[in-house]
C-alpha cells in the first residue's frame, strides 16, 4: 500500500526549541491529519485539515494543508518534554474513501 | 482511548497458535479498523468495516480474519498463516458523520509477541 513521505525520520531537539515536520506525496489529498503517538499507546488526533492552503492552530502546534494538495506541514513552538513521541501525517484522498494513508512518522526526542 | 476498549493489552503466542484480539467501542461509530505498526514504519491497513456484516480487505490481510457481528465488535484473529505476527496491533473507528468527518480515533493497542 502508498504511504506519504514524511521527514525527518528523527529529530533530537533542547527544550524551548521550535520543531518542523512535513509530509509530501505524489498523490492529491483532500484531507489531512496530524497525530501524535506515545509509547505504547494508540496515536491521538492533534490537527484535521480540510482546504487547501489552511492554517489551523492547536495551542501550540499549527498545520498547513499544502495549496498543491500534495503536503501538509506540523510545527510545533517552545518544545516541552511532553512533546517526545511519534507525529504520523495521514492523508484521504476522496472523501468517502475509506482507507487514510499513513506517513512513517517523525520521532521527537527532546535532549534535557 | 477515547470509548475505544483493546484487549488484552500485552499478549503471548507460540509458533502455530491463532489467537484473537478484541476491540470494542461505545461511540456509536460506524466504521472500524485494525492496523499494525511496526517499529520504525507507518501504520498499515489489516481490515477494515464500514457496517455489520460487512468488511473488506486491507493492504496486508493475509495471515488474518475478521468478523462484524455487532456494531460495538470488531475482533481480529492472528492465525497460524501469519508469518510474521509480532507486533502492535491497533484497532480505530471513524464517524461516518459531517462532524470530524474522515478522523480516526484509536484505542490504546495491543501489543503481540511471538515466542
Known amino acids: 500500500g502508498q504511504q506519504l513521505n514524511q521527514s525527518p525520520q528523527s529529530m533530537f531537539i533542547q527544550e524551548g526549541e521550535d520543531v518542523s515536520m512535513n509530509c509530501t506525496s505524489s498523490?492529491?489529498?483532500?484531507?489531512w491529519l496530524w497525530y501524535k503517538q506515545d509509547p505504547g499507546e494508540g496515536p491521538v488526533l492533534l490537527i484535521a485539515?480540510?482546504?487547501?492552503?489552511e492554517l489551523t492552530s492547536n495551542g501550540r502546534l499549527t498545520a498547513q494543508f499544502g495549496i498543491t494538495r500534495k503536503d501538509s506541514f506540523l510545527n510545533i513552538s517552545a518544545s516541552i518534554p511532553s512533546d517526545v513521541g511519534i507525529y504520523f501525517c495521514?492523508?484521504?484522498?476522496?472523501?468517502?474513501?475509506?482507507?487514510?494513508?499513513f506517513g512513517t512518522g517523525t520521532r521527537l526526542t527532546i535532549i534535557p | 482511548d477515547g470509548g475505544i476498549t483493546q484487549s488484552p493489552k500485552y499478549l503471548f503466542r507460540k509458533e502455530g497458535q491463532n489467537v484473537t484480539l478484541s476491540c470494542e467501542q461505545n461511540?456509536?461509530?460506524?466504521?472500524m479498523y485494525w492496523y499494525r505498526q511496526d517499529p520504525g514504519q507507518g501504520l498499515r491497513l489489516i481490515y477494515y468495516?464500514?457496517?455489520?456484516?460487512?468488511?473488506q480487505k486491507g493492504d496486508i490481510a493475509e495471515g488474518y480474519s475478521v468478523s462484524r457481528e455487532k456494531k460495538e465488535s470488531f475482533p481480529l484473529t492472528v492465525t497460524s498463516a501469519q508469518k510474521n505476527p509480532t507486533a502492535f496491533y491497533l484497532c480505530?473507528?471513524?464517524?461516518?458523520?459531517?462532524?470530524?468527518?474522515?478522523?480516526?480515533?484509536f484505542g490504546a493497542g495491543s501489543r503481540l509477541t511471538v515466542l
Open positions: 480505530a473507528t471513524r464517524s461516518t458523520g459531517l462532524s470530524g468527518a474522515n478522523v480516526l480515533t
Open positions: 498523490s492529491i489529498f483532500n484531507t
Open positions: 485539515l480540510y482546504k487547501a492552503g
Open positions: 495521514a492523508g484521504l484522498i476522496n472523501f468517502g474513501n475509506e482507507k487514510l494513508t
Open positions: 461511540l456509536n461509530h460506524d466504521a
Open positions: 468495516s464500514q457496517i455489520v456484516n460487512d468488511f
